[in-house]
């Protein structure tokens, strides 16, 4: 049955900002209405006549749901349901199936209302991950004290010792003792350092930012990486930080083209984004800049800890650049997040330019 042809009473539904679908007793689709091709990102007509497992996959229980809407006449309410669309995109819904018996149209057996949550979702992680970010960086701040005094006394101690030795070669021994103390008390300096350090606010054109880490990767891998620019021209400035700025993407941007093996190609790209939510605040305007790699991508294991304090993917590395760029951002009133998988790894930062 086309949309067109629906007996007055299902005529409002095309009005609804959620999806909604009608069914029948095969689960086939009788009526979409436009929310519904929004959210499945396909025509009406298409979706007519269809069953409802043609056009997404979902779980063993909503099909049960489905069964016992039919044939018990049951109703059905899922919170934070997972589909999956027919171009492979995932889609977090609550979902209501609701039996229907209408004379008019007695062939419609099933309503089935989707409401979408992804934005609900991605606030309230992006809370939980700061609050998360914010304690852990606070433990390592408290550790960070207890460690220094200690380190200055070690180091001291070291110091007298090589004055009273005879024999030069045990000189050697404390060199290393006072070398490892003194890197010690760096790594727990850029630990405290984030917070010690006042934020000197101007008009900040974000490009000149890019430009410069642009040219500093540029000097550092000179051989085979590529950089390429997708600037929109039009951006206005900012008020901010230059050089928090510039530390920001050039921590990401080096770690990209340190998972590159400095080979392959990292794009930096700036858009500008409306309506978004930002710390928990509504901007009417903000800039988005993204740091694009064509690298093997973050093992699936570290993705949810990668801005943590001390969380590394190389041996070598000391967990700190992105804890360190996310400090920055969050000062800025921003937020930064991540997406990857081998071949394409994306850090994106919005900073606002306006409140709404």
Known sequence: MPAFSLPHVFSGLDYLASAVLLLDARYATRYANSATENLLAVSGRSLIGRPLDQVMYYSFTLRQALENAVVNDWSYTGQNVEMRRADGEILHLNCTVTPLHCAEAPEICLLMELFPIDQQLKASREVWLIEQQEASRELIRNLAHEVKNPLGGIRGAAQLLERELA??????????IIQEADRLQNLMQRLLSPHRTAMQIAAVNIHDVLERVRSLLLLEFPATLTIRQDYDASLPELAGDREQLIQVFLNIARNAAQALSGEGEIVLQTRVARQVTLAQ???????EIAVIDNGPGIPEALQGRIFFPLVSGRPEGSGLGLTLAQSFVQQHQGCIECESRPGHTCFRVRLPLEAA
Do not use: G, H, K, N
Not at 167 to 176: C, D, H, K, N, S
Not at 281 to 287: G, H, S
């Open 281 to 287: 605040r509504r901007v009417r305007l903000a800039l």
């Open 167 to 176: 024999q030069p070669e045990y000189r050697e021994y404390t060199q290393i």
